[in-house]
């Protein structure tokens, strides 16, 4: 008997149970490097599908540099959502008017734990600022989630008197009573009308705007009036988040030394100007299918800002590859084509006709405009095409618009 009042341990015992306690010992420390290994790739599997985040100006939240934009959504849109949250999208883009509400509503269904983890925008169309309100249970149910966080007055129309908004009394209270819900966390609005600038420069003056989207191209000269209101916007901390920058965009044939040294299409080339200006916190692109996304978060993975002389040579081979719609357009061609007609929004249209498919919608949009917005008949197209900052070749664009939309 021993010391202590336990059998003694034969030596054969002692060395089974060595060797049990050493194999156990063996599994513990390859369970451990098993689950380092593991750590490592799962690690290394979301660097690699993580993309680059901005702030989005003053309310502080940081969005990766890529919206999905939902706007011509195809039937496989509930595929693509799920795609392009897998690599690496966190920020999506929707409207009242996408009829894409629903899809999202159903995503959230399926897997509630993605809604906490994107930036989530929709916008909606008012005739007065203070309607915005009565809309955001309206923007809730249709989205199948309790909070919003970005709400878009959607695309402020001068035609409708809405160039003023922006620092308008009745748009400063219908912004402040939607925060006070406690259902929207920022409010903003988009614009690609043609007296963007003004709408701009207006919500930096009063600031009580949070996020702007607009339609951009990354080839602004510095004293563009745009250009001056995206300074002020931008020093006044409000979120800018570029759109339709693709519209209209035909193949370019002209080679550019910067896109070919990284591997990028013209697309990709397009995204990266875009945001090589840090004014801009993300590009809105729709995204029909897992091509384009690929695309576009791989540009975004890889990014790193283009010398001006590239953005130069990009410039150069988008206009002499003939586009077919201006996303900087603020009426100037009109101005000296001499003509009332709205020459910007009529090749946009037919931008929604060609390249876009949204054939109904560039019907509905046209016949919206009056015969006198319409009528480019007596214009100097040849002025118009020297002051359009894109060089739209309107003599041989607006025939086409009477033809396919009159």
Known sequence: MSENGTNPMHRREFIQAGAAAAAIATTMAQGVAAAQVAGEQAGAAKKKTELPRRVLGKTGAEVTIVN???WRAPDSLDRLLRYSFLRGVRYYDTAAGYHTEDRFKAWFAAQPEVRKQIFLATKDHVREPGQMVKQVDKRLAALGTDYIDLLFFHGLDSRLGQTDWPKRREMKAAVEAIKKTGK???VGFSTHDRLKA???QA?????FI???MLAFSPFLPKDDPINRALDAAHEKNIGLVSMKQMAGHTQVKQQVPALLERGLNTHQGLLTAIWSDPRISATCVTMTNTDQVNQNTDAARRFKPLKEADIHQLRDAVLAAGPMMCADCDGRCGRAAGTN????DLTRFLTYHEHFGSRRQARENYAELT???RNWRDAD???AREACPSKLDFAQLLPEVDRLLG
Not at 203 to 207: H, P, V
Not at 341 to 344: D, K, S
């Open 371 to 373: 015969d006198e917005e």
């Open 203 to 207: 919500a930096a003056e009063r600031g």
């Open 184 to 186: 929207v966390r920022f």
């Open 68 to 70: 999905a934009g939902t």
């Open 341 to 344: 007609a709205r020459l910007g």
């Open 198 to 200: 003004e709408q701009i």
């Open 381 to 383: 197209l040849e002025a």
């Open 210 to 212: 949070d996020v702007i």
